[in-house]
């Protein structure tokens, strides 16, 4: 039986109009996770697909993704894995470039977190061209990891993300979406 809650997750989600330049339509989700009914609803949102799954971690990407992925590995009961932007981690680590609108940036693991053939679910607040995403889940292949999907609360359909995680093979959960950048 399908035990999900019907939460109005997308009520909670406050837009900010020409954050952080002219033309976005930054998608805020501090007031959802601010909200006790909104955050427990969107943790269970995104966890039920995986709770029969044979998941070995849970990697969120920085700063969102912690947040939220933190939650779903201890609901799941399983270990968290941080991606983090270049050059905080404290140990020894392995990265991925990945371009922006203007340049590039790199995302990083540490080397040791993650075993061959371990299952890895990754975790961000939203997926919009899939750039980050995408660099997180070569990263983790990298790794040795195997990517078994990917899941956020916001899906810019209009973007592509979505479409080419799914060319990478790789499974996406949303939980909403937004017209439009
Ligand atoms: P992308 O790499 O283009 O898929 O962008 C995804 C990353 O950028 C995520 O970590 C989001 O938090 C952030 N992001 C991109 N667009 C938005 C938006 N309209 N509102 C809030 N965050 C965004």
């Known amino acids: 039986m399908d035990l999900r809650n019907g939460f109005d997750i997308k009520r909670y989600i406050r ?4 954050y952080p330049k002219p033309g976005i339509m930054f998608r805020d989700i501090t007031t959802l996770l601010a909200d006790l009914h909104g955050f427990r609803a ?23 993704g912690f947040i939220l992925g933190g939650a779903v590995a201890a609901s ?11 050059g905080k981690l404290p140990s020894r680590t ?6 922006l ?6 995302i990083e ?8 053939d371990d299952r890895i679910l990754l975790i961000d607040d939203l ?16 790794s040795g990891g195997e990517v078994v999907a990917a899941a956020f609360v916001i899906d810019l359909p209009e973007l592509g993300g979505a479409a080419k995680l799914r060319s990478k093979n790789v499974k996406v959960h949303t939980l909403v979406s937004f017209e439009g950048h």
């Open 15 to 18: 837009t900010i109009p020409d």
């Open 42 to 64: 969107t943790i269970d949102e995104l966890v039920w697909p995986f709770l029969r799954g044979d998941i070995d971690y849970v990697a969120g990407i920085e700063a969102r």
């Open 109 to 116: 693991i540490h080397a040791d977190a993650i075993k061959q």
């Open 76 to 86: 799941l009961g399983r270990g968290f894995i941080p991606i983090r932007k270049k």
């Open 127 to 142: 997926i919009a061209t899939g750039g980050t995403a995408g660099a997180a889940i070569d990263l983790i292949r990298k």
């Open 94 to 99: 392995i990265g991925q470039e990945y371009a």
């Open 101 to 106: 609108e203007y340049g590039v940036d790199t």
